[in-house]
Each structure stands twice: as structure tokens, then as C-alpha cells.
Nanobody, 115 residues
Framework: QVQLVESGGGLVQAGGSLRLSCAAS????????MGWYRQAPGKQRELVAS???????NYVDSVKGRFTISRDNAKNTVYLQMNSLKPEDTAVYYC?????????WGQGTQVTVSS
């Protein structure tokens, strides 16, 4: 069972930056796609960004140009650099890792952006 632990959330003013980290442990499998999702109160969980093992990235339109996802395969860690944060980015952010034959989720980290 792969365990994911997120860190780096917090409270920031609009226009500020945060960097989220997600470290995987209990690794005995190869991690394929890793991603960050978020869920705001009253809304469905949405994919924010994903990255394949070879570094191909994908972003939801609302964060393009502001967020950057990266990963360190040697450390089994994925990062999300969030710049120019907006109040609408406020949500619980979850890390996800896909591997054969399943996937795992982190416990979530709160990001709050004040106006």
C-alpha cells in the first residue's frame, strides 16, 4: 500500500505563493501518473495538474500560467508550485498517485487565499 503525505498548505494573501509537496512511502511499485486535485466547499473534486513519470504535464485551464507541477522520481515526491494565488484557489488539495493495479490518495492539505 502506497502512502502519500502532503505538506505546504496554509493561509496566504491574494497574489502570494505556496509550494505543496507530496511524499510517497511504502513503495514497492512504480508510480506512474501523479497529480494534485482540489475540492472547495460545496464543489466536486477537480484535477488541478498531473505529471507522468517522464514529465508530461497537464493543467486545468484556471491555473495555467500560475501553477507548476514537478516530480522527483528518486524521492517519490511530487510538488505543486502555486503563484499569483486567487481567492478562488481556496480548497483542500489532495495528492494522488497511480500505479498498477490501483491508486492512492493523500489526506489533503488546506490552502486558503484571502482577498
Amino acid at each position: 500500500q502506497v502512502q502519500l503525505v502532503e505538506s505546504g498548505g496554509g493561509l496566504v494573501q491574494a497574489g502570494g505563493s505556496l509550494r505543496l509537496s507530496c511524499a510517497a512511502s511504502g513503495i514497492s511499485v512504480r508510480l506512474n501518473v501523479m497529480g494534485w486535485y482540489r475540492q472547495a466547499p460545496g464543489k466536486q473534486r477537480e484535477l488541478v495538474a498531473s505529471i507522468t513519470r517522464i514529465g508530461t504535464t497537464n493543467y486545468v485551464d484556471s491555473v495555467k500560467g500560475r501553477f507548476t507541477i514537478s516530480r522527483d522520481n528518486a524521492k517519490n515526491t511530487v510538488y505543486l508550485q502555486m503563484n499569483s494565488l486567487k481567492p478562488e484557489d481556496t480548497a483542500v488539495y489532495y495528492c494522488n498517485a497511480v500505479y498498477t493495479p490501483s491508486d492512492s490518495w493523500g489526506q489533503g492539505t488546506q490552502v486558503t487565499v484571502s482577498s
